[in-house]
């Protein structure tokens, strides 16, 4: 819904705003499988899930007109620790190089120390190189968290294959800013905040808002 957002001063100018949630009667995330998923297709591996991937193009999709300079996102329907880094795949999607991504995140399960951990380690190895050896460790079949779950290990090897293309602000009270920072997320206590950190990128920025950043594809 084209729109408009202010806050502080500084407008940000042509909003994408959507939702895709079917129905706010749909509270978890085994009510929302329950409702995406009745009357799954049955037979073959191979063709059953490729039906399975039409189905949740089309009940999740969304279309985006362009990439924006901020894209403001939450990690619904997410809020166990690692697994609210998953709405950043969407996010990285519609945002320029370079931009802003703001995740909101109500976190009821902390991120673990040796999560936050090996993102330190991975940093400190390999600096700015973090794209290049996240594809190496996937190429080569190597976990980034050796004996880590592969959600971790997916969590990790996409958030760090995004940080060098984007700045990235959590903004949660959840998460202390020293933890923020080792993964290398700008940190926030709330939203305000978050849009004063990113009010560099210029005085009317593109905005893209998805409030439901966990179940949304987006589509260019």
Same mark, same amino acid.
């Given at each position: 819904?084209?729109?408009?957002?202010?806050?502080?001063?500084?407008?940000?100018?042509? $909003?994408?705003?959507?939702? @895709?949630?079917?129905?706010?009667? =749909?509270? %978890?995330?085994?009510?929302? @499988?329950?409702?995406?998923?009745?009357?799954?297709?049955?037979?073959?591996? $191979?063709?059953?899930?490729? %039906? +399975?991937?039409?189905?949740?193009?089309?009940?999740?999709?969304?279309?985006? #007109?362009? &990439?924006?300079?901020? #894209?403001?996102?939450?990690?619904?329907?997410? #809020?166990?620790?690692?697994?609210?880094?998953?709405?950043?795949?969407?996010? &990285?999607?519609?945002? &320029?190089?370079? +931009?802003?991504?703001?995740?909101?995140?109500?976190?009821?399960?902390?991120?673990?120390?040796?999560?936050?951990? @090996?993102? &330190?380690?991975?940093?400190?190895?390999?600096?700015? /190189?973090?794209?290049? /050896? !996240?594809?190496?460790?996937?190429?080569? /079949?190597?976990?980034?968290?050796?004996?880590?779950?592969?959600?971790?290990?997916?969590?990790?090897?996409?958030? =760090?294959?995004?940080?060098?293309?984007?700045?990235?602000?959590?903004? *949660?009270?959840?998460?202390?800013?020293?933890? @923020?920072? %080792?993964?290398?997320?700008?940190?926030?206590?709330?939203?305000?905040?978050?849009?004063? =950190? *990113?009010?560099? !990128?210029?005085?009317?920025?593109?905005? /893209?808002?998805?409030?439901?950043?966990?179940?949304?594809?987006?589509?260019?």
């Amino acid at each position: 819904m084209p729109g408009y957002y202010r806050a502080r001063g500084w407008r940000a100018d042509k $909003v994408d705003s959507t939702s @895709c949630r079917p129905d706010p009667g =749909l509270d %978890a995330d085994r009510d929302w @499988c329950s409702w995406a998923f009745r009357s799954d297709p049955a037979g073959d591996p $191979v063709h059953a899930h490729l %039906a +399975g991937i039409e189905k949740s193009v089309g009940l999740l999709s969304q279309k985006f #007109t362009k &990439k924006s300079d901020i #894209t403001l996102i939450s990690s619904f329907p997410h #809020t166990e620790g690692p697994q609210i880094t998953k709405s950043i795949g969407p996010a &990285k999607m519609v945002t &320029k190089d370079g +931009g802003y991504i703001i995740l909101a995140a109500e976190s009821v399960g902390h991120l673990p120390d040796f999560y936050v951990e @090996c993102f &330190k380690g991975f940093r400190s190895k390999y600096g700015d /190189n973090l794209l290049k /050896n !996240v594809l190496e460790h996937f190429e080569q /079949n190597r976990l980034i968290l050796e004996d880590g779950a592969i959600d971790f290990n997916m969590a990790l090897g996409i958030t =760090l294959a995004t940080e060098y293309r984007f700045k990235i602000i959590l903004a *949660s009270g959840d998460i202390s800013r020293e933890k @923020c920072e %080792a993964i290398g997320f700008l940190h926030a206590e709330n939203l305000e905040e978050a849009f004063e =950190l *990113s009010s560099g !990128v210029g005085p009317h920025p593109e905005v /893209n808002i998805i409030p439901s950043g966990g179940i949304i594809l987006p589509a260019l």
